[in-house]
């Protein structure tokens, strides 16, 4: 599978100049890339003020990334704020070539930010069934949280985390997105914006792609940019019969 992974600068609270920035950038990816991978809340920048942005699922950013997808022939994925009955989501969009979607809420609310009062958790992991891929999407703050991302079963090859991942703590993303490829024998792809926002808060993006073993196929940089990549998922089931560590895993159980 193709991917085309787009670190951007976000401009704050303005969905129309985000969806334009993007709408240049995906007309210009080759037809060959069979995801395309967007950064959290893609369309405001990380708002703490969901009431002045949110859009619901029959809103322009649904039906501008379904266009599109069909378009480029092409999935796209990305996280943007969703309003939905009385509630507020931080929702990442799984977008299928057919235009048919998926989603999934992201569930660990990063309470530093104040996350968790504007918006509701989501309580269920989504495995997403493309191209003969498991893709397993979370957001962010979910990547501190091994528990609720451990491969169980063997259920996804890939782990795909958007984000909106300061400067200050760049470090324990790298470690963290490390961690999680090894320890789940996955793929890894992580997208991270990068510029400044309302609250002054710096972003260096560092967006990467890390196979099964930790070996990085796309390294972390930190300009604005179309990064590429190709996954094997025949290397990845080799790989996974050779060495067997996920059969040694210990049983748990979530609970909310």
């Known amino acids: 599978m193709n991917i085309a992974l787009i670190q951007a600068s976000l401009i704050w609270e ?3 100049a985000n969806r334009n920035y993007f709408e240049d950038k995906i007309n210009g990816i080759n037809d060959t890339v069979n995801l395309i991978v967007l950064p959290e809340m893609f369309t405001t920048g990380f708002t703490m003020n969901p009431s002045a942005v949110a859009e619901t699922m029959i809103g322009k950013t649904v039906s501008w990334m379904q266009t599109l997808a069909k378009a480029k022939n092409t999935a796209i994925t990305g996280s943007v704020v969703i309003k939905d ?3 507020f989501y931080n929702r990442m969009l799984f977008v299928f070539p057919s235009g048919e979607l998926q989603f999934y809420d992201k569930r660990h609310l990063f309470t530093l930010a104040g996350e968790g009062k504007e918006y509701t958790a989501g309580d269920a992991k989504l495995i997403v069934d493309y191209m003969g891929w498991k893709i397993c999407p979370f957001v962010c703050y979910d990547l501190r949280f091994p528990v609720f991302s451990r491969n169980v079963n063997q259920e996804y090859d890939l782990l795909l985390y958007v984000a909106s991942w300061p400067k200050t703590r760049i470090k324990a993303w ?8 090894i320890e789940n024998m996955s793929y890894v792809v992580a997208v ?3 510029g400044q926002d309302a609250n002054d808060y710096q972003y260096v993006g560092h967006s990467q792609v890390i196979d099964m073993l930790g070996e990085q196929l796309v390294e972390p940089l930190e300009l604005e940019g179309i990064y590429y990549a190709t996954l094997d998922r025949e290397k990845l089931i080799e790989t996974r019969l050779k060495l067997n560590f996920l059969n040694d895993q210990d049983a748990f159980e979530i609970k909310n």
């Open 14 to 16: 303005n969905p129309d």
């Open 85 to 87: 009955n009385s509630s």
């Open 174 to 181: 790298d470690t963290l997105l490390a961690a999680r490829a």
């Open 192 to 194: 991270n914006r990068i």
